[in-house]
């Protein structure tokens, strides 16, 4: 259960916090020093990142790597971002559990504006069609009972009943961050706090969070942010949920959520607006059964050439 309260910390878009407060011209006029960040792609040029993902907190740690080939295209007045998944000679197709491999299998492609900001996935439809039978193939998913299924199935309709913007956030949350601060402009050395909706796999959650450049130097912007959900709302959502997929009998009551939070670094090049490296750490605290537990879910984005 612990895993799942992570799951549900980890929200769908952190490129939402990072969506600029001020034009670079109004941050002049108010005398405060800010940096802008450009959006500049290397127009069909292929660039390299690797995702690492690292979860402890739910039996032995897990440890998953996959890379992909992301390249930039015009399409009028907009950009095109296509993300294909690589496998090295020799490898294998994705296994069953390797979900993100899976959706990510077939090449994607998503309608970007001028400034950098994610407006659409293409072929949405047939994104959901592979993203429904990855989810329903998971070993997890198939060591429920009937009632269980069900649930399954519903959380599934809910989540393609989702906001079209909420459903880009879904699949473009493992490359989100590659252009997440492109078309910003930030105060430098100043954190700046918002209170925000976000979606989740247990829907909508009210999400506090703060961002910060921390440096500008050698054409690198540093940027971090923190945030975090009520401790109360997450537990009663995990508890929901829980309750729905469990069989019958199984005590789901007794978790309580004693903190949760969301850390997450960029370093962004200032001449492409592209993130060079992406961190996000999500930690979460229970007590189950009388006892104290902890989950963290680390995934790194890095570029690799």
């Known amino acids: 259960m612990i895993l799942a309260a992570a799951a549900a910390a980890s929200l769908g878009a952190p490129a939402a916090a990072l969506r600029p407060v001020a034009t670079q011209a109004q941050a002049q006029a108010a005398g405060d020093e800010f940096v802008e960040i450009p959006f500049a792609p290397p127009v069909g040029r292929t660039l390299r990142y690797r995702l690492i993902r690292e979860r402890t907190g739910d ?12 390249s930039f295209r015009r399409s009028g007045a ?16 994705p296994d069953a559990e390797s979900a993100v491999a899976r959706i990510f299998s077939r090449p994607t492609e998503f309608r970007l504006d001028e400034s950098g900001e994610m407006l659409e996935l293409l072929d949405l439809e047939e994104h959901w069609a592979t993203a429904d039978q990855v989810l329903q193939e998971l070993d997890v998913a198939r060591q429920l009972d009937a009632r269980g299924r069900a649930a399954v199935a519903q959380m599934i309709g809910q989540m393609r009943a989702l906001p079209p913007q909420a459903q880009l956030d879904l699949f473009a949350r493992n490359v989100a961050p590659i252009v997440a601060a492109a078309g910003g402009a930030f105060p430098i050395g100043e954190e700046l706090a918002e209170e925000r909706p976000a979606q989740s796999i247990l829907g909508e959650l009210r999400q506090t969070a703060t961002i910060r450049v921390d440096a500008v130097e ?3 912007v540093r940027l971090s942010t923190r ?3 009520s401790n109360e709302e997450l537990q009663a959502r995990v508890r929901t949920m829980f309750g729905n997929l469990a069989p019958p009998g199984q005590d789901v009551g007794r978790m309580r959520i004693l903190s949760n939070e969301v850390v997450e670094t960029y370093e ?6 592209l993130t060079l490296r992406y961190r996000a750490e999500m930690i979460v605290v229970t007590e189950e059964n009388g006892e104290r537990l902890r989950a963290a879910d680390v995934r790194t984005l890095e570029f690799v050439h």
């Open 59 to 70: 039996g032995p740690a897990r440890r998953s790597e996959v890379s992909f080939d992301v």
């Open 78 to 93: 907009f950009y095109i971002m296509r993300v294909q998944l690589v496998l090295p000679p020799g490898v294998p197709a």
């Open 218 to 220: 050698r054409g690198i």
């Open 227 to 229: 945030s975090n959900i």
């Open 268 to 273: 962004v090049s200032h001449s492409t607006g």
